[in-house]
């Protein structure tokens, strides 16, 4: 699936994304920018920068709302990152007002990072390797596939806590259906 995309018609040849693109992998022609996408880390560097709102980030409100009305539990996963946009407000404030919207409930995805950690301190006791590259950011992750495969056998094979959250989610909740919300375009 395709995270960021272009609207060609309000590309303005500004260069910005291409300047400001840490793996160079938006390319220009026919007076538009491309995104290519085999290259692409996924990091939203194109989108920050982009004076002429011709970078768009793929919405799925819709897809959470045909999830809301599905009858199913809903619970979301929320980046502990949201405390920055909302000054004074915690997670119970939070999930108030998510649960308002029809949302089952709502924790914190550090819950999932506690099961990475774990997992990374399984890592570094049973398996004794020197080096481990980490997992928790996809935009990294991608960074290494791409550009760096030599540096693949040092990833280590560990969920993000996103996925680890929402993993544990769907042990715990039967039928349930998850939904991220954080800052990040990965």
């Known amino acids: 699936m395709e995270c960021l995309t ?30 290519i996408g085999d290259e692409c880390i996924m990091c939203g560097q194109c989108f920050v920068v982009c004076p002429q709102n011709a970078k768009q980030i793929t919405d799925e409100t819709e897809k959470v709302k045909v999830f809301l009305q599905s009858g199913v539990p809903v619970v979301v996963s ?7 946009n909302f000054d004074g407000v915690g997670i ?14 709502v924790e914190e995805t550090a819950i999932g990072a ?3 950690k774990r997992e990374y301190d399984r890592i570094c006791n049973e398996e004794g390797r020197d080096i481990i590259l980490t997992s928790c950011c996809h935009s990294a992750n991608l960074l ?11 990833l280590a094979d560990v969920l993000s806590p996103m996925q680890a959250h929402c ?19 990965a």
């Open 6 to 35: 272009l609207k060609k018609s309000n590309c303005k040849n500004c260069y910005k994304c291409i300047r400001h693109c840490p793996v160079k992998s938006i390319r220009f022609t026919g007076n538009q920018a491309y995104i």
């Open 144 to 154: 290494v596939q791409k550009h760096f495969p030599k540096l693949i056998p040092y």
């Open 92 to 105: 119970e404030s939070m999930r108030e007002a998510l649960k308002q919207l029809g949302f089952y409930d």
């Open 167 to 185: 993993k544990e989610l769907k042990k715990r909740i039967p039928n349930v259906k998850t939904v991220f919300i954080g800052p990040c375009v």
């Open 78 to 84: 929320l980046a502990p990152s949201f405390v920055a």
């Open 114 to 116: 506690t099961i990475v």
